[in-house]
C-alpha cells in the first residue's frame, strides 16, 4: 500500500520515491505526495525522474496510479517525485474556497451543496436549491471574504466514524470505517479527503460569478485568488469604459444600456418599414412580369410582405449578401435548388415563400435561374 504523504503534509513538492508496480498505464509508489483525482479535485501532475507524470488516479484498491504516456520504469526504480507545485497549491486554494463558500450558503443561508467541480477558471457549487436570489448569492460573497481576511486555521483530522457522526456536520458522511474530517477553525467541519491550504488567509479573496439552473438545482460559480482579482479588474475595466462610451456613471450604466436598446429596436423597427418600402418599389418596376429574377441592394427578406400570398407570380430576388427570397411554388423552389446546385445553394420555407443564400457569382446564379425558369 502507498504511503500517502499528501495527507500528512500537503505542501511537500518532492520527495525520492521506489516503483512497487508496474500497470498498462502508469505506476504505483512506495509512497507518494501526488493527489489522485477524486472528489471534484483534479489528479496531480508532475514527473518521476526524466518521467512525464500526466494525471493520478485511485486504481482498484484506492492506491495512486501515476499516469505515464509511452515508456515507463521498471519496478524498483528510485528516483525525484516532483510536483507541479502552482497546479496542485491552485487547486488546493480553489478546493479550500469552495468548503468556505459550502459552510456560509449552509450556515449563513440554509443552502445545502450537492456537488462540486473544480476547474482552470472557476469552481462550481451545485446547491439543493431551485431558486436562489442574486442578493443571497453576493451576502454569501461578502461573508466568505470576511472569514478569509479572518484568517481561520484550517486542519484534517482522521476519527472513527462514530466521533465523525458525533459532529453533526453539514453533509452526510459517505465512507465506512475512519473519516478524514476537515475544520476551518470557528466555520466548518465536514468529511472530506482532499488536499486543503492551512489557513483561508492564502485564498486571497473569493468572487462570484454567476449561475444556471440544472438538475432542477442552482448552480453557481466562483472564483478564488489571483482569477478572482483579474476578474475584478477586469469587470470593473467593462464598467469604466462602457461608463465612458455612454456619457455614464455606473450606477446609472444599466439605464444607460437600457435606453440605448429601446433605441436600437425603435431604429431596427424604422429601418425594416423603409426597406420593405423600397422593396415595394422595386417590385412596382417588374409589375407587368409573371417571373421576376433579379439582384438587390435592399434586404432579400424584405420582399417577402411586397406579393399578395396568392400571386401567380415567380420571384427569384438575390441580394449583394446572397441571400435570397424566392416567390412560388414547392415544386418550382425544388426544382430551382436541384438546378442550382452548383453553387451551393441552401434554404427552404414553407406556403409560397422560402428563403436562403448561394454562394458564387450572383451574377452567374442570376443567369442560371433565367434560364431554368423561363426554360
Request: net charge negative; glycine share 10%; hydrophobic share 35%.
Amino acid at each position: 500500500m502507498t504511503d500517502k504523504l499528501y495527507y500528512k503534509d500537503g505542501y511537500l513538492r518532492s520527495i525520492e520515491a521506489t516503483v512497487t508496480a508496474v500497470r498498462d498505464c502508469g505506476i504505483i509508489l512506495d509512497r507518494t505526495i501526488f493527489y489522485p483525482e477524486g472528489g471534484g479535485q483534479p489528479g496531480d501532475r508532475g514527473t518521476f525522474g526524466r518521467y512525464q507524470i500526466a494525471d493520478t488516479v485511485k486504481d482498484e484498491t484506492g492506491d495512486p496510479l501515476h499516469i505515464i504516456n509511452g515508456e515507463r520504469p521498471a519496478v524498483g526504480e528510485k528516483a525525484l517525485l516532483t510536483l507541479d507545485w502552482n497546479r496542485r497549491y491552485f487547486y488546493m486554494m480553489e478546493h479550500s474556497a469552495q468548503h468556505l463558500v459550502s459552510a456560509i450558503l449552509f450556515s449563513k443561508h440554509g443552502i445545502g451543496t450537492v456537488a462540486v467541480h473544480q476547474g482552470e477558471n472557476f469552481f462550481t457549487i451545485e446547491t439543493d436549491q431551485e431558486n436562489i436570489g442574486e442578493d443571497v448569492l453576493f451576502a454569501a460573497e461578502d461573508e466568505a471574504n470576511k472569514a478569509v481576511r479572518e484568517n481561520h486555521s484550517i486542519m484534517q483530522r482522521e476519527m472513527s466514524h462514530i466521533e465523525a457522526e458525533s459532529l453533526h456536520m453539514r453533509r452526510s458522511i459517505k465512507v465506512d470505517g475512519s473519516v478524514k474530517v476537515v475544520f476551518i477553525d470557528s466555520v466548518d467541519a465536514v468529511a472530506c479527503g482532499g488536499v486543503h491550504l492551512k489557513s483561508t488567509g492564502e485564498i486571497g479573496e473569493i468572487q462570484y460569478c454567476g449561475s444556471e439552473r440544472i438538475r432542477g438545482h442552482v448552480r453557481t460559480a466562483w472564483k478564488c485568488g489571483p482569477l478572482s482579482v483579474s476578474y475584478r479588474q477586469q469587470n470593473r475595466s467593462i464598467v469604466n469604459a462602457s461608463c465612458a462610451l455612454l456619457s455614464s456613471e455606473p450606477d446609472t450604466l444599466l439605464l444607460s444600456i437600457e435606453r440605448l436598446q429601446m433605441e436600437n429596436s425603435e431604429l431596427k423597427h424604422s429601418l425594416k418599414q423603409l426597406s420593405e418600402k423600397l422593396a415595394h418599389k422595386e417590385l412596382e418596376l417588374h409589375r407587368d412580369e409573371s417571373i421576376i429574377i433579379f439582384r438587390t441592394d435592399t434586404s432579400a427578406s424584405s420582399f417577402e410582405n411586397a406579393f399578395e400570398i396568392d400571386s401567380p407570380v415567380t420571384a427569384f430576388i438575390v441580394d449583394s449578401d446572397g441571400r435570397f427570397m424566392f416567390h412560388g411554388t414547392k415544386e418550382g423552389f425544388d426544382s430551382l435548388k436541384a438546378g442550382l446546385s452548383a453553387y451551393s445553394i441552401r434554404g427552404g420555407g414553407r406556403g409560397y415563400f422560402f428563403r436562403g443564400s448561394v454562394s458564387g457569382d450572383i451574377e452567374a446564379v442570376l443567369r442560371e435561374a433565367r434560364s431554368l425558369l423561363n426554360g
